[in-house]
């Protein structure tokens, strides 16, 4: 709630926008726009439907708090990683010295006789003695659609995980890995014939840059439909969503530039701004407070060395953060930037489509104004299901990145039938096509993320996020249980992805839900009870071995005969 947020701060909101921050102290105190909310009830699980606000101003975010590790977890946890780099040098020591008739083959080959190594020694030692035994847990293929359910492509290793081998199976497995939002992988019949229709018209390639060959009708449609959709006055589309952040970030800053960093941000952040050769200062995760300090001392200390002031300073934040399921607490964070005379960088990759009651992302979702965000980044490859993102901002802003963005002039523009499929989306979203099949995905997936939280705290286990977050971590803690959790589960029928050191903290092992609206109530109800059942026994259940309640969730199970 506002009040927990600083004095200063709080003033801050009230000064940029008086009747937006008594909106939104109303808003946190329970009234913002949600199809479910915990109920008063004595009983702390239970869901209730609650009328719909009509509030106006900006909803500020409750901060989320990302728990500890239980002593126990994190004692095991340093234990078992000491064992494992002891065991793995004390095993590379002995390669080095014994002769190679001595030893076991293996699919590593050592460097030619007068050749430095071209692997990095520490990536290669943790990828030899750490990665490989679990590899079996990553890198799944599959033969299908990535849709609610899909096809694993079964794989066996005959040396301890060093290599996979396929098997010619396949196992049928509920999807809860894939960032299939809002259930447009496996398009519709219509969506699909627009898009095989553009596939022979256009083919399946554009075999140029953009700023060459590679832009087509599809190309200009889309960014002006992008641009509607977002609130913005101009966008340009590029055919990576990771090479958006990482190409575009070096046009919109440079050297005398500071970019302050929020600590947990996308790998694409953090490439492009090295790459800008602007200096870099990170706050903490999510807390505008920290980030209020970060600003006011930089610009007070100025650049280093001469300590002239910054030529201009970019804030970059996350609308959701994928590995933490949480959203940006983007009003608190655009009072600073107001206040401060700083650009806000804000990357929606995860929120847009997901978030919002028509899908167009955080902004809407928190009623923040678009003009407050200076550049809007978003990918096609999540709530789109196809491939390539966005940069949406003014025109002025938006024709000096198509000029110097090195996507736009050295790299292949996105594939025309991935261009129709997002245009087809946006169609569904906004109602175009004469259908509510958009909206009724958008009220689903926020329904079913609600019901598997609920499910989930009634099981014990530690989930992390916002409650209308797609995107719903479990801490495990110990690396030992991520194979185990991973494992049982696909054995079960269920396809999870599991998240460990280094995109996580040593010992913040995680794994991933992300939910999607093509989830029918029996998948989320099965889904629950494999992980009740695996919980049990893997022992990740940190508050209480708890039970599922279907009449407390509101969703009944279908029994076949």
């Known amino acids: 709630p506002i009040s927990s ?16 921050a008594k909106s939104a102290h109303a808003a946190t105190s329970g009234g913002s726009e949600r199809l479910l909310t915990r109920s008063s009830s004595s009983n ?54 014994l002769p190679s008739r001595y030893l076991p083959s ?49 794989r066996k290793s005959k040396n301890h995980n060093k290599t996979m081998e396929l098997t010619g199976n396949n196992l049928r497995c509920l999807n809860l890995g894939s960032y299939n939002y809002l259930g447009f992988a496996e398009s519709e019949s219509d ?28 190309h200009l449609e889309l960014e002006n439909r992008v641009a509607s959709f977002v609130g913005k006055p101009a966008a340009m589309v590029l055919g990576m969503g990771y090479a958006t952040n990482a190409s575009v970030m070096p046009c919109v800053a440079g050297k005398g530039t500071l970019i302050v960093s929020d600590s947990l941000n996308h790998a694409s952040i953090v490439v492009g701004a090295r790459a800008s050769g602007a200096k ?65 960088y804000l ?12 899908g167009k992302g955080i902004c809407e979702h928190l009623n923040i104004d678009t003009n ?23 025109k002025r802003v938006v024709d000096y990145i198509r000029r110097n963005s090195s996507a736009a002039n050295y790299a292949a523009s996105m594939a025309a039938p991935c261009a129709m499929q997002a245009l087809r989306v946006i169609d569904s979203l906004e109602g175009v096509d004469g259908t509510d099949r958009g909206r009724k995905k958008i009220d689903q997936l926020r329904r079913n993320s609600r019901i598997f939280r609920a499910g989930l ?61 093509a989830h029918t109530d029996q998948d989320i109800i099965d889904s629950l009870k494999v992980i009740d059942e695996v919980s049990e026994r893997v022992m990740i259940k940190y508050h209480h071995a708890g039970r599922l309640d279907l009449a407390e969730l509101g969703v009944k199970e279908v029994k076949f005969d």
């Open 5 to 20: 947020v600083d004095v200063p701060l709080a003033a801050l909101l009230a000064m940029c926008n008086p009747k937006g």
């Open 44 to 97: 702390s699980n239970a869901l209730s439907p609650i009328k719909k606000s009509v509030k106006a101003g900006p909803i500020v975010q409750e901060p989320c708090i990302e728990p500890n590790a239980p002593w126990v977890a994190a004692l095991t946890t340093y234990f078992g990683y000491a064992v494992l780099f002891i065991f793995g040098y004390v095993r590379d020591v002995a390669r080095s010295i």
């Open 106 to 154: 293996t699919p590593f080959d050592k460097p030619k006789d007068g050749y430095a190594p071209l692997a990095n020694d520490y990536e290669d030692f943790y990828t030899r003695r750490l990665y490989h035994r679990i590899q079996d847990c990553w890198n799944r293929p599959i033969s299908s659609a990535p849709g609610a359910w899909f096809d694993v492509m079964e």
């Open 191 to 218: 969506i699909l014939d627009s898009v095989c229709q553009s596939l022979k018209q256009y083919g399946p390639g554009c075999c140029s840059s953009r700023n060459e060959f590679g832009t087509n009708s599809l």
């Open 280 to 344: 870099i200062k990170v706050f903490n995760h999510n807390e505008p407070e920290h980030l209020e300090k970060v600003l006011r001392d930089a610009i007070a200390q100025g650049q280093p060395r001469t300590h002239r002031p910054w030529r201009k300073i970019v804030i970059f934040v996350e609308g959701i953060y994928s590995m933490e399921g949480e959203m940006c607490r983007l009003a608190e964070i655009v009072a600073i930037k107001k206040k401060y005379k700083a650009y806000l």
């Open 347 to 358: 990357d929606e990759a995860h929120s847009i489509g997901a978030m919002g009651r028509h």
């Open 372 to 394: 407050d965000i200076d550049i809007m980044m978003g990918t096609f490859t999540k709530s789109f299901g196809a491939v390539g993102g966005y940069i949406a901002s003014s």
């Open 457 to 517: 705290r009634q099981l014990g286990c530690e989930s992390l996020g916002d409650e209308d977050s797609p995107v719903i971590p479990v801490m495990l803690y110990n690396p030992s249980k991520m194979p185990a959790f991973s494992r049982e589960c696909l054995d079960r029928g269920l396809a999870v992805v599991v998240v460990g050191f280094p995109a996580t903290p040593l010992i913040k092992s995680r794994v991933r839900f992300c939910i999607s609206a």
